[in-house]
């Protein structure tokens, strides 16, 4: 779903949905590294397990910087120069409307950020990004 660019990734976004949605995200996640090991260019895949999110004062920045082991200020250099390829997996776990409200709040804040996101089941969430149905 991410395509483009020299190395194949551009700025596109997507909610996947359905049975294989992890499977696939797991697929883009491989192809992402493999792009990122022999073009410096590429953005660099982080993934974040979104049904870890238990504590209510964490953001999508300190759940980035918490899967990279980086410091926060290089992490939040490589998110505004858009060097990172988000893939949150598990949306359809996350317990509460609010945290699906912070994560379009970081997309709008982050809008050329390549990102996709998983989800078994999500009739009812809509993150103003492109649906992309796997099964």
């Known amino acids: 779903p991410l395509n ?12 996947l949905v359905g049975a294989r949605a992890e499977t696939a995200l797991m697929a883009e996640a491989h192809r992402l590294y493999t792009a990122a090991l ?3 260019t590429a953005p660099l895949p982080v993934w ?3 049904s870890a999110w238990h504590d209510g004062r964490s953001t ?3 759940l980035t910087v918490a899967a ?3 410091p926060d ?10 060097r990172l390829a988000l893939l949150l997996s598990r949306l359809d776990q996350l317990p509460n409307a609010s945290r699906r409200q ?11 950020l390549p990102v ?3 989800a078994q089941d999500a009739p009812d969430i809509d993150l103003g990004i492109e649906r992309v149905a796997v099964s």
């Open 60 to 62: 999508l920045r300190s």
């Open 4 to 15: 483009g660019g020299s190395s194949g990734v551009g700025r596109a976004r997507a909610l």
């Open 68 to 70: 990279m082991r980086e």
């Open 102 to 112: 912070t994560i379009q709040d970081f997309l709008n804040d982050n809008p050329q």
């Open 116 to 118: 996709l996101i998983a």
């Open 38 to 40: 022999t073009d410096t």
């Open 48 to 50: 974040i397990d979104l």
């Open 73 to 82: 200020a290089r992490v939040r250099r490589m998110l505004g120069e858009n």
